[in-house]
């Protein structure tokens, strides 16, 4: 769907993108991942076709992009803002006709989203004179209007309560189902947990890390876990197949160690050993969270 | 093209939507109509009141010669001037005191302050009274003299190659004078505007938005357009409003109206090539200088950073502002009146003030050629800067910044 490739963007005096490459799937929802000032703006510009790259090259189903694309594509920026002085309507179909549409059928599929997001009423009012979230609200709509192939939201959940954002993130995943495909810039790792298929991370313009997100948790499992038993606490010696890295709680009868498994051993192992010495209550892999690997890998290169 | 036409749409209906708009295009041609009553009752008030004068005349000369009109009565009491002051029954009388020897002063006393034109239709008298006597005295036949004499009204033609033609020098003037003023003010009025809606766009951060559906320069370049049609709608309706209203209060009789047509009439032929001229300049002129301001508007976080970009930009229009009435008016063919009128910097402002004084053609091609190739220099030039300037936050603007952001690649 998109192909990114060699991409290099310098303003003066700093490298904003320095040979960055990437492949979107169609209809994956792709988290775009990086710490403030990594380069992720500069790259979705340049999708957006708002800035050019210095070098390299992207291709858009297979073409190169060009000015036809810009209208199946749909942008919501990480700083939100419509003409204030505007109604809200009018200011939508104005959108959506700089992306294409007719301005019936804006006024068709508008008064289907407004009826769906409960904002009927909001037709006639003023920017200025709805809510932060409500502005935001409107703005995904606008974003999404004139159903483009390929969504590009710069932090979607930012300035929501968490029922807007459910909202929100309910018609990003309908949005997905229905065939777009989704480019997703955040910081909140939990929402790429939830929803991201692929990710790429991007830190001092440079792509550290990018594959579906299995794969990169998978990458990243490191024999720890988690293990709850009932009784006595244990005394362990040398003869057991892990080492306890953390005792992480210990009531009278009920205790939580984390574990590492020594090399050659497996999770059956652990069982197998402490079976005979106590009653297990539970068992679980320790998967590091997006939020441990993001912060693992920035402060590595850092 | 399509998008432009919908960014000069928007552009265009929300400004003329503005209360603001509403108010301004109704209330210059209401001062105007205010105006034009004020002249027409000024000109319709006569002094109807009746006023009668006690002549005491002490030389003689005057006696019984003072011609009664329909509201001042002449008399000759024959009393002292105090008895005669004494004797003014009405506040409207007034007693004229003419000493024995006429180059004294004369007086004229009255309780209430004495009117213009009362005054000046007594000394207009006896001035003709005086000399007339003085003709007498040296033998001059009075009678023939005013028939010889007859009202000399100048009429001024100008010699052109198509002959020549009667022209109205004033009427001409006024009106190059009037167009320059307001393409001067338009230019600021309309290219503050400009700058305004740029910077408002970027504030807002709709910018992001609109940059991702359209190019930076279709933005621009809608805008300019949007808001000079919004300038030429003003100008249209004033024009036209300020002509009904005057119509419909003076009727065609009034001298406001009468006045207003030999206005007209004697621009005659030069009426559109004024107006072409006006419009010429004033588009071109509005091109040109509203893409700089665009550019300022790009570069800018907020209205009060303006300062710095626009001193320079404003001050080639303002200097010759300050030139156009004693200079460029006094001296329309020096060196400097046509390097002004020719750069397009002053031109829009400078030519149409040396427009009444028909500079030659290939100053005026020259001049109208410039202005193209300006405003689509600067126009060049603005969209270079606006599509950095527009998505730059935070950052203060320098004219090294500008001119490295000029050189960024797409």
Known sequence: ?302 | MNKILLIIQREYITRVRKRAFIIMTLTVPALFALMFAVIALVANQKDETKHVVYVIDNSGAFERRFRNSQFIKYVYPHKSVSDAKKDLKSDDDLVLNIPANTKDTVELSSKKKTTLSLADNIQGQMNDIATGAGMVKAGIDTASLHKIKSNVIIKSTEITSTGEQGTNIGATYALSFAGAILIYMSLFIYGAQVMRGVIEEKTNRIIEVIVSSVKPFQLMMGKIIGVGLVGLTQFVLWISLSAGISYIIGGNTSPANTALHSFLHNLGSNAGYELFCFLFYWITGFLFYSALFAAVGSAVDSETETQQFMFPITLPLLFTYILSVSYLFTVPDSPLSVWLSIIPLSAPVAMMMRIPYNPPLWQLGISMALMIVGFIFTTYIAARIYRVGILMYGKKASYKELAKWFFYKE
């Not at chain 1, 769907?1 to 990437?22: C, E, F, P």
């Not at chain 1, 189902?177 to 955040?186: H, M």
């Not at chain 1, 790429?192 to 794969?215: F, Q, R, T, W, Y």
């Not at chain 1, 040398?238 to 590492?260: Q, R, S, Y």
Request: net charge neutral; hydrophobic share 40%.
């Open chain 1, 1 to 302: 769907m998109l192909s990114i490739r060699n991409i290099v963007k310098q303003y003066a005096g700093h490298t904003a993108l320095n040979d960055v490459s990437l492949e979107v799937k169609s209809g994956q929802i792709f988290g775009l991942l990086g710490p403030n000032g990594a380069g992720k703006t500069s790259l979705i510009r340049i999708i957006t076709q708002i800035t050019g790259p210095d070098s390299g090259e992207i291709f858009f189903n297979g073409e190169k992009l060009n000015q036809s694309h810009i209208e199946r594509m749909g942008y919501l920026p990480e700083e939100r803002g419509l003409y204030k002085k505007m109604e809200i309507g009018e200011q939508m179909i104005y959108l959506a006709r700089l992306k294409g549409l007719s301005r019936d059928e804006a006024t068709k599929r508008l008064k289907v989203w407004f009826a769906k997001l409960g904002m009927e009423t909001w037709w006639k009012m003023k920017i200025e004179e709805l809510s932060k979230g409500m502005q935001q609200k409107a703005q995904f709509v606008a974003t999404v209007l004139h159903e483009p192939d390929l969504i590009i939201l710069d932090e979607p959940f930012s300035g929501f309560d968490p029922v807007n954002a459910e909202i929100i993130k309910n018609e990003i995943l309908d949005l997905n189902k229905k065939g777009a495909t989704i480019l997703f810039s955040t910081h909140q790792m939990e929402s790429v947990e939830e929803l991201c298929d692929a990710i790429v991370l991007i830190n001092k313009s440079k792509k550290i890390l990018e594959g579906p997100l299995k794969d990169i948790k998978g990458a990243y499992r490191n024999d720890v876990y988690l293990v709850e038993y009932e009784g006595k606490q244990l005394s362990l010696n040398g003869a057991a197949p892990f080492e306890v890295i953390e005792e992480i709680a210990g009531e009278d009868n009920l205790h939580t160690i984390k574990v590492k498994l020594k090399g050659g051993s497996t999770s059956n192992d652990i069982l197998q050993y402490l079976i005979p010495k106590t009653r297990v209550n539970m068992l679980k892999e320790v998967i590091p969270s997006m939020n441990e690997i993001f912060i693992e890998k920035v402060s590595k290169i850092a």
